[in-house]
């Protein structure tokens, strides 16, 4: 069978990809390793991780928010299953989603995993053992990453856990260790420490969340620790030991120094993801890698013609938003059109109790590269529609030239952070300034009114503090 496009792998990347491609007018088929399509996003990442955190928020919210409103209720019960229940129903809803639009938008899909044989070719090997070869003019790689492993130690799902057993624990475990603090750790730690677990996350650097705004970071870990989360950072864990009921964990300072132990029932590993770029026939190809990563130029091609590549498999943060910006564009650029990806304006967003959101650039990249900025800031203490709703932790801060005013960063922590960057996403699309912001006038009483608050902050002329 032959097709303009072949994509391998249907993810965020490569299902965008293909729709956008069929859009316009390209005849394009699909492989998929997995039975189900929406890759690690929608199976074992963005979807379920958020409907457990949506479930586990509402927990948190009638044990300990709602008497602060008046409403009093008994202590809730968990009901585990149930939460499962609605966390699986969400994925299939989501998933089936993905199969009903390549229907209508006569996309081929195969189910196998997929090998690139030569440029133009690509065997699917269904798990049954059949074979099949198709062919196309053009091949895009959305293969995605799988979880990054500590070495020595072995991933049950049960009580050694990646992020995909962290996603289906069957019981809520009284002693839950993480190992990392980047984003899966801290996700996947407020729900089950809002379900009662008592969590412990060892970071090897001296800060959590690396790569954020330091002044956000640091808020945030105040707020966490607020929450019951426990700290050790600058910590690397050495041996895990299965005991006859839990697990002992050695942990060391990262600079050296005595050794310590910890206990826990369940142990997270959460240190990374890494690119799946291995079993496709890359190297016979002469498809270059960079640090296991497919090298791409910003065609998204690869170093062997007709065979691109997107997503987590390529360089840039890995993100769904991010990957399917990169299809939409690919499948232009495939199409003779100019695809773009704006790699400046990609916001990023951590789905924990409060909300952060940032996009653009921190505070440290802006002194690293001895840009002058200055900065506006506004506290949700001072947002009247904040302290209705009894979230008022966190605060807008803005990033602008000191010359030119343009905005060069937002970073939010705060109750629906992730909602609120949108607009300052668009800003920076436009190449906004502060000043275009802070005249842009925004409901009452709404929480986006702290965004423009910053804004006016920038010139020193807020209203409200
Ligand atoms: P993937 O989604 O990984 O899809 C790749 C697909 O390719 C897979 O289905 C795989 O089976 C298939 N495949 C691989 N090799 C082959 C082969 N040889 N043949 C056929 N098929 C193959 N990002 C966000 O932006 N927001 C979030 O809230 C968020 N939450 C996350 C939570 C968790 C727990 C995790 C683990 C990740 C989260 N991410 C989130 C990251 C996000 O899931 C990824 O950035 C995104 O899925 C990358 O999309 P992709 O299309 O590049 O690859
Ligand atoms: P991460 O890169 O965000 O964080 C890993 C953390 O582990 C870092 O702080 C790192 O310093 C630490 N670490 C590494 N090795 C260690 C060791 N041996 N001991 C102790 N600490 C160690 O990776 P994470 O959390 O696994 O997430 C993977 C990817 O998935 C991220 O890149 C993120 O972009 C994506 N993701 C995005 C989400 C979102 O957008 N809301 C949610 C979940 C995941």
Redesign the pocket.
């Known amino acids: 069978m032959s097709y303009d496009l072949i994509v391998i792998g249907t993810g965020p990347g490569g299902y965008v990809c293909a729709i956008r491609a069929a859009q316009l007018g390209l005849k394009v088929a699909v492989v998929e390793k997995r039975k189900t399509h929406g890759g690690t996003c929608l199976n074992i990442?963005?979807i379920p991780?958020k409907a457990l955190l949506q479930a586990s928020e509402k927990f948190a919210e009638a044990e300990h928010e709602l008497a602060g409103f008046g409403v009093l209720v008994d202590k809730p019960r968990l009901d585990l299953p149930a939460m499962m229940k609605h966390k699986d129903e969400t994925v299939t809803a989501n998933v089936n989603g993905v199969a009903f639009l390549f229907k209508k938008n006569k996309i081929d899909a195969f189910h196998g995993h997929a090998t690139i044989t030569a440029p133009g070719e690509v065997l699917v090997k269904a798990e049954d053992g059949a074979a099949q070869t198709l062919t196309a003019k053009n091949i895009v790689v959305a293969t995605g990453s799988d979880?990054?492993a500590?070495p020595g130690v072995e991933i049950d799902e049960k009580i050694i856990v990646s992020?995909t057993g962290a996603l289906a624990l069957a019981e809520v475990p009284p002693r839950l260790l993480i190992?990392?603090?980047?984003?899966?750790?801290l996700?996947l730690g407020s729900v089950w420490g809002r379900l009662g677990s008592k969590v412990v996350v060892?970071?090897?650097?001296d800060r959590?969340?690396?790569g954020l705004d330091g002044e956000t970071a640091k808020q945030f870990q105040r707020i966490l620790q607020k929450q019951g989360f426990e700290f050790h950072l600058g910590?690397?864990?050495g041996k895990i030991e299965r005991l006859a009921s839990g697990l002992s964990v050695s942990i060391e300072p990262a600079a050296g120094g005595a050794a310590s132990t910890l206990e826990a029932d369940v142990a997270l590993i959460?240190?990374?993801?890494r690119p799946v770029a291995e079993g496709l026939g890359l190297e016979s190809l002469g498809v270059a890698l960079d640090r296991g990563r497919i090298l791409v130029d910003d065609r998204f091609a690869t170093t062997v013609p007709g065979i691109y590549a997107i997503g987590d498999v390529v360089r840039g943060?890995?993100?769904a938003h991010k990957a399917q910006e990169e299809g939409v564009a690919v499948a232009e650029i495939i199409a003779g059109q100019h695809g773009h990806v704006n790699y400046e304006a990609i916001p990023?967003?951590?789905?924990t109790m409060p909300e952060i959101a940032t996009v653009g650039a921190t505070e440290e990249e802006l002194k690293a590269k001895g840009v002058a900025y200055k900065v506006g800031k506004f506290p949700f203490t001072a947002n009247g529609r904040a302290r209705a709703m009894r979230a008022a932790e966190g605060f807008v801060k803005i990033l602008a030239d000191a010359a030119s005013d343009r905005v060069l960063g937002v970073h939010i922590i705060g109750a629906g952070a992730g909602e609120l960057i949108a607009e300052a996403v668009v800003l920076m699309e436009f190449g906004g300034s502060a000043e275009d912001l802070a005249r842009t006038c925004h409901a009452h009483p709404t929480l986006s009114e702290a965004v423009k608050e910053a804004a006016l902050a920038v010139d020193k002329r807020a209203i409200h503090i």
């Open positions: 990442g963005c991780s979880f990054a500590l992020s190992v990392g603090a980047g984003v899966i750790g996700e060892v970071e090897f650097l959590i969340l690396p910590h690397k864990v959460a240190i990374g993801r943060p890995m993100l990023s967003v951590v789905y």
